[in-house]
């Protein structure tokens, strides 16, 4: 049989056909005459309302019932909130107000029971805390059901506005043995007997041997690749591979850092959105960022009006004036040696005090977006030493091209850069920050066949969520969050 959504139903004339309705129970409310159930499939905020009346005529008459109104009666008894159940009965129009039609029960089965007595999801309020701990859960309440189909709606917006430019969507690897952000703070992956190797240590130490020597008791030669490998913080250098070859590309998957943070805006898995882009200098990058921006957001206060009248009243208020505005503004472009001016001259606002060379911190963002510009700011050409290796070198030597595009309610959402196409360049530059040019010899033969000026850009997915939904910690925004000392579900 075909089953068709909620969200389908909601959506038909009221003319008395038969429907078939699947889902949670949300509610059930019971009277003397008359029971008000309320089934939600997930398929959109709204759920339906299915009505039985003791006193109508189906259910009164026995010969054309069948028993039916006693099994209905049954099948109540069993009804809590969280219990599935699968319910028929004639499609009408509703009295009520806020839904234009619910379903007459004919008959009513209880798929699956919900014991009020152990069911974490009763009807009240629960705060986020506590439905992470429930994170198996928590999808089937209002707000994570929205963030669910947000998280969906924004992945198929990414993937339109990519496909309808002309990208080719690359699947880059999840093991890697280069680091992209030259930051260290990698997963690292190992099939090394640890149990062994700690075995080893104790020994090397009984026989004298310097702790600062442990190191040369692990033989890499003898691991999975041969060689250390880490989990991906980025598919970025991978990426820049295939827009030399298909000119335009994007990756769009999961990344991993091992920082020790608790923050709400810390991860340790999320996912990454990554184009990359031949034959496109800085301008052409922010072009694309700008228009990037405004065509999520866009999708959301359109194809998502529902949830996000949702969030926009019980989330966050004003929330749909904040991302609307977004959309309609054009971007201010500034020179991180002018943010910084402008920033100086509001030092004795900030908690962290603004200097040329200084890593811009969330409360000057903030004030740019929201004080100074009142609308999003894309700042370019940040200082050399607070940026990737990878980033093209200005001819003052002392900047990049960088950007970093921030908006009003949250600050940075995108950061990205023309990349250094020379050869000799990013040589010199691997070298300075440390790295090892061995790590990237296959990086750097890209600037050695057929080199070209090529930029790109990384946008955090679950900071892209969180800003559409108002949401106020990553880990709500993403199903199973992976944070420090947590790793269930």
Known sequence: ???????????????????????????????????????????????????????????????????????????????????????????????????????????????????????????????????????????????????????????????????????????????????????????????????????????????????????????????????????????????????????????????????????????????MIEPEMAFFDLDDNMDLAEDFIKYLLNWALTKCAEDMAFFNERIQKGLIDTLTQVVSSDFERISYTRAVEELEKNNDRFEFKVFWGCDLQTEHERFLTEQLYKKPVMIYDYPKDIKAFYMKMNDDGKTVRAVDVLVPGIGEIIGGSQREESYDKLLARIAEMGLKPEDYWWYLDLRKYGSVVHSGFGLGFERLLRYVTGMANLRDVIPFPRTPKSADF
């Open 1 to 271: 049989m075909k089953i068709t959504l909620i969200k389908d139903i909601l959506v038909s004339e009221p003319d008395g056909r038969t429907v078939h309705v699947y889902g949670w129970v949300r509610t059930k409310r019971d009277s003397k005459n008359l029971c008000f159930i309320q089934v939600n499939d997930g398929s959109c905020f709204a759920s339906i309302q299915l009505t039985f009346d003791r006193e109508s005529e189906a259910a009164t008459d026995s010969a054309t019932s069948d028993g039916a109104a006693a099994d209905i009666e049954n099948e109540l008894k069993k009804i809590t909130t969280g219990a599935s159940v699968h319910a028929q009965g004639k499609l009408i129009p509703s009295p009520a107000s806020g839904q234009a039609v619910e379903v007459s029960l004919e008959c009513l089965e209880v798929l699956g029971e919900a014991p009020a007595e152990t069911y974490p999801l009763q009807k009240k309020g629960h705060s986020f805390e506590f439905l992470r701990e429930i994170a198996h859960l928590r999808p089937r309440t209002n707000a994570f059901g929205a963030v669910a189909r947000m998280r969906n709606q924004m992945a198929f917006a990414v993937h339109s506005f990519f496909q309808e430019r002309g990208f080719n969507y690359v699947h880059t690897p999840i093991i890697t043995a280069s680091d992209c952000e030259g930051a260290g703070e990698m997963f690292q992956v190992t099939t090394l007997d640890l149990a062994k190797i700690a075995e080893q240590g104790i020994k090397a130490g009984a026989k004298g041997i310097s702790p600062d020597k442990a190191a040369e008791l692990i033989d890499y030669t003898k691991d999975f690749f041969g060689k250390s490998a880490n989990l991906t913080v980025s598919g970025q250098l991978e990426a820049e591979t295939f827009a030399t070859a298909l000119s335009r590309v994007y990756t769009f998957g999961p990344t991993f850092r091992a920082e020790n943070s608790n923050t709400p805006r810390h991860l340790a898995e999320f996912w």
